[in-house]
C-alpha cells in the first residue's frame, strides 16, 4: 500500500515536498516511480529510485527535482524546486519489487504498486 501527501497550491518558483508511505512490502528491496497526469493527458513518469538508491528522472525534471528515501521509515520523497506550471498535475508514487533500476521506471505500466494520488498546482 502507498499513500502520497504533501500536494498544494503554490507560485511559479515555489518549492514542495511530496511523500509517499510505504506498507505491506518488503521496502527496501523494492524500486520506485513518481509519476504525474495533468488532465486530459497521459500518466508520465518524472523520476524514480531503486533499491540501491540509485536515481533515475525525465528531462523535464531534472536539475529540479529530487527523489530519495527512507528506508527505516518505508517512505519515498520527491523534492520539487523552481516550480512551474506545467508540472501541475495529480502526483503519484509507485513501487516494483525489482531491485535494479533503469528507464523502465519512468514507464507506468511497469509497476505493481499505486498510491491514490497528491495534487500540486503550480500558478503563474
Known amino acids: 500500500q502507498l499513500a502520497e501527501s504533501g500536494g498544494d497550491s503554490v507560485q511559479a518558483g515555489g518549492s514542495l515536498r511530496l511523500v509517499c508511505e510505504a506498507s505491506?512490502?518488503?521496502?527496501?528491496?523494492?524500486?520506485f516511480g513518481w509519476f504525474r497526469q495533468a488532465p486530459g493527458k497521459d500518466r508520465e513518469g518524472v523520476a524514480g529510485?531503486?533499491?540501491?538508491?540509485?536515481?533515475i528522472y525525465a528531462a523535464s525534471a531534472k536539475g529540479r527535482f529530487t527523489v530519495s528515501k527512507d528506508n527505516n521509515k518505508s517512505t519515498l520523497y520527491l523534492d520539487m524546486k523552481n516550480l512551474k506550471p506545467e508540472d501541475s498535475g495529480m502526483y503519484y508514487c509507485?513501487?516494483?519489487?525489482?531491485?535494479?533500476?533503469?528507464?523502465?521506471?519512468?514507464?507506468?505500466?511497469?509497476?505493481?504498486?499505486w498510491g491514490q494520488g497528491t495534487q500540486v498546482t503550480v500558478s503563474s
Open positions: 505491506g512490502f518488503m521496502f527496501i528491496r523494492a524500486s
Open positions: 509507485a513501487a516494483d519489487l525489482r531491485r535494479f533500476g533503469g528507464d523502465w521506471q519512468l514507464l507506468k505500466g511497469e509497476y505493481n504498486y
Open positions: 529510485i531503486d533499491s540501491y538508491d540509485d536515481p
